[in-house]
């Protein structure tokens, strides 16, 4: 089955600067691969996706890119912001048991 | 619009007793729910999964059932709680069917076991 890892586990960055967390898949089937963000003692909620036959996509300061070959995908968050601490999920689409399988997740903090 | 709801919000159960978090989902029909469990700092974990009235599917072998006995009312049941059962409950809903679509997740629940 599909199997996600998740790194790095903490992340810390300065206001305004760039965030990158990158997951790792090992089923080549897989498909689906969305993002979620989960605030403190809150539920997550979904800030991007993508699909296998898309290589980028945006959504104003939240970029996703995906290497199908290389079987990772990657989250880009840019000039990051206080409310932009959280933590982060990555996930990917299990097609034998057609399920999404979840990385272990990435706190990251926003320094002011 | 859809919207989820979950309860109770907290609850703090003795060891041996019995636990029932239930879930609905207004605003949509034949939704694919989920439970799953986060413990403190760590990621997602499917419990159980369904796609249909009275389907269930079970991904993790452990004390804890679940049961749908409505279209859109999810419960996640347990005859007598361990310490281990302790975390943060998540009940979800999907409208597209095998992990290719939006998760909307409800408010979770804390269960604390003492």
């Known amino acids: 089955g599909e199997n996600v890892e998740q790194h790095p586990s903490t992340l810390s960055v300065q206001e305004g600067d760039s965030a990158v967390i990158k997951c790792t898949y090992s089923d080549s089937a897989s498909n689906y691969f969305p993002w979620y963000k989960q605030e403190l003692g809150k539920r997550p909620q979904l800030i991007i996706d993508i699909r296998s036959n898309v290589g980028e996509k945006k959504d104003q300061r939240i970029a996703v890119t995906l290497n199908k070959t290389a079987k990772h995908f990657s989250l880009h968050i840019t000039e990051t912001q206080p409310e932009d601490s959280a933590v982060y999920f990555c996930a990917a689409s299990d097609a034998s048991n057609y399920q999404l399988i979840w990385g272990a997740g990435t706190k990251l903090i926003i320094k002011p | 619009s859809q919207t989820i709801h979950q309860w109770p919000a907290t609850l703090v159960q003795p060891v041996g007793s019995p636990l029932s978090l239930e879930c609905t989902v207004e605003g949509t029909s034949n939704p694919n729910l989920y439970w799953y469990r986060q413990a403190a700092g760590r990621g997602l974990q499917l419990l159980f999964y369904?796609?249909?009235?009275?389907?269930i599917s079970s991904e993790v072998p452990q004390n804890l059932s679940a049961s749908r006995p409505q279209d859109r009312q999810f419960i996640l049941s347990s005859k007598k709680l361990l310490l281990s059962d302790s975390g943060f409950y998540l009940c979800?809903?999907?409208?597209?069917?095998?992990?290719?679509?939006?998760?909307?997740f409800g408010e979770g629940s804390r269960l604390t076991v003492l």
């Open positions: 369904s796609v249909g009235i009275g389907q």
């Open positions: 979800a809903w999907s409208g597209v069917a095998g992990g290719t679509g939006e998760l909307f």
